[in-house]
Structure formats: structure tokens, C-alpha cells
């Protein structure tokens, strides 16, 4: 099974709706990082999370880590076109040897349709 | 910001031979890059750990013969893939982890095709 799993898989919505992503670890997160990206073209680093209960907003997006550390969410308000694309959470994991690994959520495809 | 740059950034190749891409760092030393694989429609999946010096760290499924990955410099990392064929067609992002160890840097990717 993946180390982190997101939900949902993929989100079809209105233009001026609101919208939810969900990226939950087994394991306690020692830092989660919102990603957005088109499948071929690079990453688009949005936020990052490193406190139990800590939320950050940028423009629209506004994202949440729950106090236990292993859930967070990713919220868009008013969602419009320019926001569709893969939605990726990532953490690192600490090593059971060597060095920390860094890995992906199993991504969220969004569409916003005008 | 710090960069990481790939090259190529997309490549085209005929099933049987040999493809080299090369992740480089390129305003920071990074002791530990990072390869991925990406399918259309999919996530992210972590193929191997490259530590300057040392011999990569390969996630399971991963073939170490089929995907030979050198970091020779606190710089550079290469992936190459050997006797390549359609299935490896695919797009390949680095990450390189920067002078703070929370630190990522996404390289912009490269797409490899096939035929």
C-alpha cells in the first residue's frame, strides 16, 4: 500500500466552487509539501507544513496539517481553470537505513470546468 | 532560490540502446539527489537514493541493472537506462535535497520516449 495516500483520486468541479484534498500517512509526517503539476512539466511547490495544527494560505489555497501529524488538507476557494492540474502532497520518511527518502502522496487530478 | 537543472529535457530513442540523463545542482552542493517516475495520470514513485560517492539506494521493483544511476560529484547525478524499451518510455524528475535538510529541488523533468 502507499505510504501516502490521497483522496480523491480525481475531482471534477464548477468554476467558483470549493474543493478539498486529503493526503493521510501511517506515520507520523516530519513535514508535508503541497505540489501542483501537469503531468510532463515540473513541480510547483505550493506550501509546506511542518507543525502539528498549522495552516498556511496563499492566494486561494489554503492548507492544514492536523495536530496528531499525519493528515493534512488542501483547500481551494473559488476554484477557476488555472487551478486544475495533479495535486501532490510529499514527505520525507526517516530511513530504516541511510539516508531520509523523500516520497509522494498518490496524487489528485483536478479539473475545474468553466 | 537554488536550481536544479536536467538534460535533456525530452529524448527520443529506439528500443535496444542506452539513455543518459543527467540531474545537476546547480548553486548548491547536494550530498543526496533523488530519482522519480512518472506516469501519465499517476503520481511520483521514488525509483532510487543517490548519495554522492556511494552506490544508489533502489526502491523495490526497481531494476539496479536496468537503471544505473552514478553520483560522481556533489553536483551531478546521472540515471541511465539501459536497453531501453517502450515501457520505459516515461517522464523522469530528480530532486536534489539543498543546504538545509528540509530543503527539495525538483528538477524540470525529462521525458523519454521509445519506439
Known amino acids: 500500500s502507499q505510504e501516502l495516500e490521497q483522496s480523491p483520486q480525481s475531482l471534477i468541479v464548477q468554476e467558483g466552487k470549493n474543493l478539498t484534498i486529503n493526503c493521510t500517512s501511517s506515520?507520523?509526517?516530519?513535514?508535508l509539501y503541497w505540489y501542483k503539476q501537469k503531468y510532463g512539466e515540473g513541480l510547483i511547490f505550493l506550501m509546506m507544513?511542518?507543525?502539528?495544527?498549522e495552516e498556511k494560505s496563499h492566494e486561494k489555497i489554503t492548507a492544514k496539517l492536523d495536530e496528531k501529524k499525519q493528515q493534512s488538507s488542501l483547500h481551494i476557494t473559488a476554484s477557476q481553470p488555472s487551478h486544475a492540474g495533479i495535486y501532490l502532497c510529499?514527505?520525507?520518511?526517516?530511513?530504516?537505513?541511510?539516508?531520509?527518502?523523500?516520497?509522494f502522496g498518490t496524487g489528485t487530478r483536478l479539473k475545474v470546468l468553466a | 532560490g537554488a536550481v536544479v537543472s536536467q538534460h535533456p529535457s525530452w529524448v527520443i530513442c529506439k528500443s535496444g540502446t542506452s539513455v543518459k540523463i543527467e540531474c545537476r545542482s546547480l548553486?548548491?552542493?547536494?550530498?543526496?539527489m533523488f530519482w522519480y517516475r512518472q506516469f501519465p495520470k499517476q503520481s511520483l514513485m521514488l525509483m532510487a537514493t543517490?548519495?554522492?560517492?556511494?552506490?544508489?539506494?533502489?526502491e523495490q521493483g526497481v531494476e539496479k541493472d536496468k537503471f544505473l544511476i552514478n553520483h560522481a560529484s556533489l553536483t551531478l547525478s546521472t540515471l541511465t537506462v539501459t536497453s531501453a524499451h517502450p515501457e520505459d518510455s516515461s517522464f523522469y524528475i530528480c530532486?536534489?535535497?539543498?543546504?538545509?535538510?528540509?530543503?527539495?529541488?525538483f528538477g524540470p523533468g525529462t521525458r523519454l520516449t521509445v519506439t
Open positions: 530532486s536534489a535535497r539543498g543546504p538545509l535538510d528540509y530543503e527539495q529541488y
Open positions: 506515520k507520523t509526517l516530519y513535514g
Open positions: 507544513l511542518q507543525k502539528g495544527g
Open positions: 510529499g514527505a520525507d520518511r526517516p530511513p530504516t537505513s541511510g539516508t531520509y527518502k523523500y516520497i
Open positions: 548553486d548548491f552542493q547536494a550530498t543526496t
Open positions: 543517490s548519495n554522492e560517492g556511494s552506490k544508489a539506494t533502489y
